[in-house]
């Protein structure tokens, strides 16, 4: 990274002086320059070559793929605006979609924990830490009273200070000692504070939080950093940029999903349906947005042909799927080539569960390929 975040992580700064350059990455207007386009394939298959793909598979298709003349979009599709509806709180902000999904289309987060156990192990740890990777004394204090009652902590300056140092903790820390970093920034992202607080910030600082994903593919860290994007999607879903979310999905498409338990795939589509959310229904303007819902799509796929059991993971796969698809031809065509999903979303149109059959049973037609 570039900027003011170039020496946050060298040994040469306390890191009192980290969390300080952290807070004034936070406090600069979100004016940040354009991300460089992505130069390695997303996913399996790029837009581009999925774009080839089906013009030679589906001919009749072959008009979505002219770009916009209203939009400009290179790949031909958008949204209607008119299929949305937006209402936000102080605390979070959550997206329906007015559409047979409208009692799926609702942002999930993480709320429940022991932030007092949590609290126990991060001191634990953080006196382990060299002198410059200590979290300070006053952050310690304050996370003390938060973990106590978080949902009812008011001190917006004293938040902030938690996130900025957790943040620094989770990315300087040893990957064994983050696991308690990682549960108590997923529950600052939601306390009473959070949008506020989180609306301060930059892009850059929101990447910054994705990024820390990248460093973990199993066990508690994969989990807890999954439910620190989902929280931060649930309360302040614009801080993180779409092309962040494009080297997450990507990272996630690498990782064998069939290998991972069921905290760890509940976490990952919990992602899946705050991200769709946002880039389905939101006012998202990004180069990136073709890219990051194909990927998004392939990663949906990538958790539904590992044949999960847990309800929750399943209904909000679904869920993503059905909302990526709906209005779009060119996800619709992108599901249609997806090896075996038609029979996997078939399988669970039989499920012992009413609202996971809803929703497969929905789906499904969107995504039957028609010969």
């Not at 390695?40 to 080839?52: I, V």
């Not at 989990?223 to 092309?243: A, E, F, G, M, W």
């Not at 042909?305 to 909302?323: D, I, Y």
């Not at 779009?328 to 039989?350: F, K, W």
Request: glycine share 4%; hydrophobic share 40%.
């Amino acid at each position: 990274r570039s900027g003011n975040y170039t020496n946050l992580n060298t040994n040469s700064h306390s890191h009192e002086n980290q969390q300080q350059q952290l807070q004034q990455i936070g406090q600069q207007p979100a004016t940040a320059t354009p991300t460089p386009p992505v130069q390695q394939p997303m996913g399996q298959m790029t837009p581009m070559q999925f774009q080839q793909m089906m013009q030679q598979q589906q001919p009749q298709q072959q008009e979505f793929f002219n770009p916009d003349p209203f939009t400009g979009n290179m790949y031909g599709y958008h949204r209607s605006s008119s299929t949305t509806n937006t209402s936000s709180s102080t605390t979070a902000t959550a997206t329906t979609t007015v559409s047979p999904l409208k009692n799926f289309g609702t942002t999930v987060m993480f709320a429940k924990g022991r932030p007092d156990k949590a609290f126990e192990a991060l001191v634990a740890k953080n006196d382990t830490q060299a002198d410059q990777d200590r979290i300070s004394s006053a952050v310690v204090e304050a996370l003390r009273v938060f973990s106590g009652d978080f949902a009812s902590f008011d001190d917006n300056t004293a938040l902030r200070d938690i996130i900025a140092a957790l943040v620094v903790a989770a990315e300087s820390w040893d990957g064994a000692d983050v696991v308690a970093v990682l549960d108590l920034l997923r529950l600052a992202f939601i306390a009473p504070g959070a949008k506020s607080v989180l609306n301060g910030m930059t892009t850059e600082f929101g990447d910054t939080i994705a990024s820390i994903c990248l460093k973990f593919s199993s066990g508690p860290q994969y989990i807890q950093s999954l439910r620190c994007l989902v929280n931060l999607l649930h309360t302040c879903p614009s801080l993180i940029s779409v092309s962040e979310h494009c080297k997450v999905c990507s990272f996630l498409l690498g990782i064998n999903m069939a290998e991972l338990k069921d905290p760890a795939l509940l976490a990952t589509a919990s992602y899946l349906q705050n991200l769709v959310i946002h880039t389905t229904t939101g006012d998202v303007g990004s180069e990136y947005l073709a890219e990051c819902e194909l990927t998004s799509l392939q990663v949906a796929h990538h958790v539904l042909v590992a044949l999960p059991k847990h309800a929750n993971t399943l209904l909000r796969t679904l869920s993503a799927l059905s909302m990526l698809v709906w209005d779009s031809a060119v996800l619709q065509g992108a599901a249609m080539v997806l090896r075996d999903l038609e029979s996997t979303v078939r399988s669970y149109t039989t499920f012992d569960n009413q609202n996971v059959q809803q929703v497969a049973t929905m789906l499904l037609p969107k995504i039957v390929r028609h010969n």
